[in-house]
Structures are given as C-alpha cells and as structure tokens.
C-alpha cells in the first residue's frame, strides 16, 4: 500500500514549477484518473486471463486425479509474483523521487503483477457477478473519500497515522484474535468485523492520500512522475479497498 509523499521541499515561488498543475489542478487530477483507469484495466485484463486459464488447467488436472502441476506452477508464480510486487514498490519510489527516469514502465509492471495476485480469487471459485460488485461497491467507496479528502479543509495527515497505527496492530493481533475465534466456533463473525474494520482504515487513508495529492499536483515541482506518481498511490488505494470489500463480501456470504 502506497501512501501520498513528496520527499522533496517544495517552493510554489520557483521557476520549475509545474505551471499547468498550479493553473489548473482540475486537468491534472483528470489525467491521474486517467492513468489510475489504465493500471486498473490492465490488472483486471491480467487477472481475469490468468484466473480463467489455472483455473481451468487446475481443473482438469483434478478430474484426471493425476498430479496437480499447474496447482504446483500457479503456487510458484503466485510466490515470485509477490515478491517482484514488494521490490517494484521501492522501484517506482525510487524513480518518482529522482524525476529522471519514467515510471510508466515499472507502473505497468506493478499493476500485471496485483492483476496475478487477484487472479487467485477467480482460481479459488469467486464468481463473476461477486468480483464485479466488489468492484462496484469499492468503488463507490473510494469516490467519496476521495472527495472528502481532495477539498478537505483540515490537515488530515495525523488521521492517517492514526489510522496506519491502528491497521498495523490489527495486522500483528489478527492472527492470535482469529485464532481464539475459531476455538470458540465464532471465526464467521470474528471474519466480518475484522474486515470491516480494516477495510474502514483503508477508506480513511484514501482519504488522507487524496489530501495530499491535491497538495502535490498544485504545488509538485518540475518532476515528470508527479500525475503518474499520484495515479499510482490512488491506484493502490483503490486495489485494498477492492480486495478488502471482496473479502467481506465472502465472509458475509459464508455466515449466511
């Protein structure tokens, strides 16, 4: 999960600064949706081919009762795709920082890689119609926050560290609180509350991005990545709140 930083001071009063941005924000904030929908679409086209073709390999390979080797190759690639996902994170911070080199390249790459991530939901029998309102629902979601964000009035900086605070020790406990859940033979209720919890700070720290982008397009100096960078948070932002809605979603359907 990205989270909107410009690392570098910023002086609205210099030569290099972006012009168009500070004339006019609202294009630059079209163009980054535009490029948050290209990322979007290319995980999806992603998740969908590689989800529809394990799972049909995975299949088959069940029916035949032989050995699962596309189980075995999909778990391989699922692995060295989540690890080339956390290493491509600090490539595109890496690049946004300096300004010297594109981040589209490392972007698009970013975004195939989440598309193999998500695509384990299709192979593990999430159907169409349960992606697609999770998709609807997050966002809607995200829309609003982002809204409530963007033309915020108050700094919303310390919310988000609150909330990045309480997800980190949702994330440490998690796993003990589940636990003691599924002893007690309650791990359906324990699922839905813990994933609207962490799905309610994930809204909040869209909002806190959303905050900060407005603050970054305006006033981001000569860099190049500044869209692209902030395509990429948003992106990323929009990716939890989608898997976390996902998630619920199944967690309400299993309790009923």
Do not use: Q
Not at 13 to 30: C, G, L, Q, Y
Not at 83 to 91: M, P
Not at 178 to 207: E, K, P, Q
Not at 221 to 240: E, P, Q, R, T
Request: charged share 10%.
């Amino acid at each position: 999960m990205a989270f909107a930083s410009w690392n570098k001071s910023v002086d609205v009063n210099s030569p290099i600064t972006h012009e168009e941005e500070r004339a006019n924000p609202s294009k630059s904030v079209a163009k980054t949706f535009g490029y948050m929908a290209i990322g979007i679409a290319i995980t999806a086209v992603v998740a969908m081919g590689l989800g529809l073709l394990f799972g049909n390999l995975i299949g088959k390979a069940e029916i035949s009762g032989g050995f699962n080797g596309p189980a075995v190759a999909y778990l391989w690639i699922l692995i060295i795709s989540f690890i080339l996902l956390f290493i491509d994170s600090f490539v595109i911070a890496g690049f946004a920082a300096t300004g010297r080199v594109s981040i589209w390249i490392p972007y698009i790459i970013y975004a195939a890689l989440m598309g193999v991530f998500i695509s384990a939901f299709l192979v593990l029998g999430i159907d169409f119609r349960t992606m697609g309102m999770a998709f609807g629902i997050a966002a809607l979601s995200y829309g609003g926050m982002f809204l409530i964000g963007y033309f915020s009035k108050i700094n919303l900086n310390p919310l988000g560290l609150v909330a990045l605070g309480f997800l980190f020790m949702l994330i440490l406990f998690g796993g003990m609180l589940g636990l003691t859940f599924a002893i007690t033979g309650t791990l359906a209720i324990f699922d839905i509350v813990f994933s609207s919890i962490v799905l309610l700070l994930f809204l909040i720290v869209a909002a806190v991005d959303a905050y900060n982008i407005r603050k970054i397009i305006t006033y981001g100096d000569g860099n190049k990545n500044v869209c692209l960078y902030c395509a990429y948070v948003m992106y990323s932002d929009f990716i939890m709140i989608f898997i976390r809605v996902l998630i619920l979603l199944l967690a309400v359907s299993r309790r009923n």
